[in-house]
């Protein structure tokens, strides 16, 4: 499964371009129960034979609505003789259990009316006869099941059609542990098997499964569609959608939404094709030759996570899958190509290839990751995807990771469902795809490709654990990193966290290199002992190449520290080249002092812009957890001035942002701060697209006006009003259109609001839509913000959506922090209802109280948190971590937001003179440099 949480967070923040950061997850820690989740592998199934009927219209039998019959064949071999069969079942309704060997079809054997343990929904037969080991047998069941709307299982979804009539599907989401809502399953990925489906439709409606219709026969309003075998796979893969939606097809390849949403589908339809051929060729092993010989990418009107790769039917958010031309903005499109890149990756790895348990959920999703961009990058070059992994993956993994509240990528503890919910978290996504990009650096990519080719031909069909992956990775690493190659392995994926490596010049020619676990908070619990085998690369003024990615040396748990002797003096040195290894880098004084004033020369002294993005990223945060000192981070920092690339603005925004957010209503000074420093990428980039411009250039032009409209840079505001005021006679252009639109409703009237709001009633791409709804959230008068919420626990906006809503109701601006919580305290139990649970709603309280800055607030969560667990079940736990978090940030608020402030006064009062380390010279530079760039 895709883009959960997290990454939905960052799809947003790119689509919109907002000023939104990335939220620091709060995990929701439930202690493991005593429960056995886990089924015994004694018995195998072989082959599942399913039909169902989904009841899903007006006409059929009111008592059915919204219900399915069903009907399994599970052909099953025991590996030892046994008479316990255990599977997984929930919510299913028996009409008949029973079982026969299959060379004796005729003498079948009832099973008993067992219930599934509630908690683990595993049913537990015990048989009167045992079953002969490697005999096959045959379980026989028929039953019925619900299709409920809250998007797991086998569900149903709805949309309104052109003409205003409800249409209803029904459509699957069985990852993790849900295709035992459907049929009775040995519900896990280890056991794979192949599966023949059959689905009975209204002949009005068309059904999909993951591979071709074989057969369709008609009885009287009902078509009986079978479908081909399947390769063998896993449960939580296999896939069905019953519509009326159309497609656009070739015979092979093909992508199916609602009829009116046609035109939108071409560039899925498009770019699908280039990325499957291409990763194809990239693994030698065409998607076509894997047993499952067509592909559909379906658009659902609702789903849950981002996308899922279910093989041969990936199924999409509809903003994932359609683009417009007139409205999708570039960041937008790009998601598109990229969640596709991530599903089609999961083809070979998960569906192929899968892990053996979701303890090892990264060995997945780590690769869908990094392919999510590195695929993606190399058919659509033009999105520079290779450079964004770093902002966007490495940098927002960082934060959590170095937190108590972290897990390591292998995580052994997992069992229970809130377990596997934790492991589809930014470990194994964006960790995993970090680590996987840090150990292709090691090998090189040439080793690389053949490392995972040779992998994925070793292991198809079956599971795979780590050492599988190690295993084959180590054949093809350098012999002179092999020593290393168990400590790199290791270190990273089964312990939590990553290290600070300090590069310390002693001498002008000694470099002492030494590591210590990088910890983000003090005394959290966290361990700050750990130790890890780091590859470590670096350049210098006198050797200024960037492209140097190989490893000079590593680190190891071994030596302390490790001594190299430089072969001349160096004015410079930066650590962590293009920031290929998963850590941060601190240096002594002097060598920053040595990096600042070479970010001042020309070019920025030739330093790559992702190593700028690394030095802005670990200078924010260095400082917050008091490893150095906020003035030295400050008057680095002050470069940014002269700084008019995406990358290190990126990282900058996202350090700003937790500062930001600390200020709490205190933002006057850091207002004229940041549109200073705002000022000639400003200028640099204006207001609208130029032919001139790389992709780059578009995303960071849409993350400067937001912040300076957001922080009052007038010319800015005006600009966004004028475009918002003439909306309807000329669209404004699609990369502005998150600021514009944020800009107009924070600064707006009721009636600018209500403008927008219909404009988000009656838009048909669901690009826009997801745009107009999250900017929605910029409105600031108490009012609006007060109308916003209610309409988000309406019906108006789908339950997938909520969240992302009332995320930019209260992070768009600080004034709504407090205005937001109360509204979702006076409202709990309706916001609840609407988004599903309570634990949703745990959820929106933590992610506000983390932007609580005062003790008064601090006590009203307590009072809240006192008033309220009981409503909470198991999630109270994300309501007691909150009340954490919020002490955490007022005592480091305590400690260290007076430095920041101070800064701020000093910058205020004094001007840009005071800018520390800026220098008229630079001044200068920038402006040649500018008119170059220009
Ligand atoms: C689950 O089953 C146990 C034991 O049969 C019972 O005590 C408990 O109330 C059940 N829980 C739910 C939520 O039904
Ligand atoms: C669409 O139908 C709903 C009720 O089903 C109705 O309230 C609404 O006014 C209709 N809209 C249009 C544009 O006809
Ligand atoms: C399709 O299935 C029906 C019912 O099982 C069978 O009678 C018919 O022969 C099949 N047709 C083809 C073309 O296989
Ligand atoms: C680094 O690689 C880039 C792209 O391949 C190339 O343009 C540049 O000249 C290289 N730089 C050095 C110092 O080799
Ligand atoms: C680290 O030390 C241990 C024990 O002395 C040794 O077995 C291991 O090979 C060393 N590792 C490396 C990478 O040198
Ligand atoms: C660098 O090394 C010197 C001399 O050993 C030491 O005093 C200083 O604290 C070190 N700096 C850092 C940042 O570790």
């Known amino acids: 499964m895709k883009f959960m949480i997290v990454a939905a967070t960052l799809a947003v923040c790119l689509c919109l371009s907002t000023a939104a950061p990335l939220t620091e997850e709060v995990e ?213 959608i019953v519509s009326e939606f159309n497609e656009r097809f070739n015979g092979d390849f093909g992508v199916i939404a609602r009829p009116e949403f046609y035109k939108q589908t071409e560039y899925a339809f498009d770019v699908g094709q280039e990325i499957l051929k291409d990763l194809g060729d990239y693994f030698d092993i065409p998607y076509y030759s894997m047993g499952n010989d067509k592909m559909h990418m379906a658009a659902i009107p609702d789903f849950s996570a981002g996308a899922m790769e279910n093989w041969g039917l990936l ?338 925004f996202n350090g700003y942002n937790y500062l930001v957010i600390r200020l709490g209503l205190d933002t006057k000074n850091f207002a004229v701060y940041i549109r200073d420093m705002t000022s000639k990428a400003y200028d640099f980039l204006g207001f609208e697209d130029k032919p001139t411009d790389t992709t780059l250039d578009i995303y960071n032009r849409a993350k400067i006006l937001s912040w300076a409209c957001k922080f009052g840079k007038k010319e800015c505001i005006t600009k966004a009003q004028e475009y918002f005021k003439n909306l309807d006679n000329k669209p404004v252009p699609v990369n502005i259109r998150s600021a514009v639109y944020c800009t107009a409703m924070r600064e707006g009237t009721e009636a600018d609001f209500n403008k927008l709001y219909n404009k988000y009633l009656t838009e048909t791409v669901a690009t826009e839509v997801t745009l107009i709804l999250n900017s929605l959230g910029c409105v600031k008068d108490s009012k609006l913000v007060s109308k916003f919420f209610h309409i988000i626990v309406s019906d108006s906006v789908r339950r997938q959506d909520k969240s992302a809503a009332l995320s930019s109701l209260y992070s768009e601006n600080n004034e709504n922090v407090e205005p937001v919580f109360d509204l979702v305290a006076e409202n709990l139990d309706a916001l609840a209802n609407s988004m599903g649970g309570y634990s949703s709603v745990a959820s929106v309280i933590s992610n506000i109280a983390s932007r609580f800055t005062t003790a008064q607030q601090e006590t009203k969560l307590k009072n809240f948190n006192t008033q309220n667990r009981g409503k909470f079940g198991s999630s109270a736990s994300t309501l007691d971590s909150a009340e954490k978090t919020v002490k955490e940030n007022l005592d480091w608020a305590e400690k260290k937001l007076g430095t920041f402030k101070s800064h701020l006064d000093k910058y205020t009062t004094g001007g840009s003179a005071s800018l520390s380390g800026f220098t008229a010279l630079s001044m200068v530079l920038f402006a040649v440099l500018a008119r170059f760039l220009c």
Request: charged fraction near 20%; proline fraction near 4%; charge should be negative.
């Open 28 to 240: 929701n820690i439930v202690p493991a129960a005593e429960e056995n989740y886990r089924l015994i592998t004694d018995i195998e199934p072989i082959n599942y034979n399913v039909s169902l009927k989904p009841y899903l219209l007006d006409s059929d039998p009111s008592e059915k609505r919204f219900t399915f019959d069903g009907e399994a064949y599970i052909t099953i071999k025991p590996k030892v003789t046994t008479s316990t069969l255990v599977l997984h079942s929930k919510n299913l309704k028996y009409s008949l259990r029973e079982f026969y060997a299959k060379s004796k079809p005729d003498v079948k054997t009832t099973l008993p009316a067992v219930e599934p343990n509630n908690v683990t929904d595993i049913v537990t037969y015990t048989l009167t006869s045992a079953l002969v080991a490697n005999q096959e047998y045959v379980l026989h069941f028929v039953y019925t099941g619900t299709m409920d709307d809250d998007m797991h299982g086998f569900y149903r979804s709805s949309y309104t059609d052109s003409k205003n009539n409800t249409k209803w599907l029904g459509s699957t989401q069985f990852q993790t542990n849900h295709a035992r809502r459907a049929f009775p399953s040995f519900d896990e990925p280890r056991f794979k098997a192949t599966f023949d489906i059959t689905l009975t439709r209204h002949k009005s409606m068309k059904t999909y499964s993951n591979t071709r219709i074989v057969n369709s026969t008609t009885n009287g309003d009902y078509v009986t569609d079978r479908y081909a075998t399947t390769p063998k796979m896993s449960t939580y893969i296999l896939a069905f």
């Open 315 to 652: 199924t999409y958010r509809e903003r994932a899958l359609l683009y417009d031309e007139g409205s999708t903005t570039l960041s937008a499109q790009q998601y598109i190509a990229a969640v596709v890149a991530h599903e089609q990756a999961h083809m070979w790895f998960g569906d192929l290839v899968t892990c053996q348990w979701w303890s090892y959920t990264w060995l997945n999703e780590g690769f869908a990751r990094y392919f999510q961009y590195f695929g993606t990058h190399n058919v659509e070059t033009h999105y520079q995807m290779d450079q964004q992994f770093v902002v966007d993956q490495i940098q927002a993994v960082m934060n959590m990771d170095s937190t108590v509240n972290t897990n390591p990528m292998s995580d052994e503890n997992t069992n229970t469902p809130a377990d596997l919910s934790r492991m589809f978290n930014s470990i194994s996504y964006n960790k995993g795809g970090t680590f996987i990009r840090m150990v292709k650096y090691v090998m090189g990519e040439e080793n690389f490709k053949n490392s995972l080719r040779e992998y994925l031909k070793t292991h198809q069909y079956t599971n795979t654990v780590p050492s599988d992956l190690f295993t084959v990775w180590k054949k093809y690493i350098p012999a002179q990193f092999q020593s290393y190659a168990d400590g790199l392995f290791k270190s990273f994926t089964e312990q939590v966290g990553y290290p600070v490596i300090t590069f310390n010049l002693t001498t002008p020619t000694t470099l002492v290199i030494s590591q210590k676990r990088f910890l983000l908070k003090e005394g959290d619990g966290a361990d700050g002992s750990l130790l890890y085998t780091v590859p470590i690369t670096y350049t210098t003024n006198v050797e200024n190449n960037f492209n140097l990615t190989t490893p000079k040396l590593f680190v190891t748990p071994n030596d302390t520290s490790v001594e190299q002797t430089l072969p001349q003096a160096v004015s410079w040195i930066v650590g962590n080249v293009q920031e290929t290894g998963y850590y941060r880098v601190n240096y002594d004084v002097k060598s920053w002092h040595g990096i600042h004033h070479a970010l001042l020369t020309n070019n920025w002294g030739g330093i790559h812009e992702l190593n700028r993005a690394q030095v802005v990223d670990d200078l924010f945060n260095l400082a917050r957890a008091s490893v150095i000192d906020y003035d030295l981070a400050l008057d680095i920092l002050a470069y940014l001035k002269t700084e008019t690339n995406y990358l290190p603005w990126t990282a900058a």
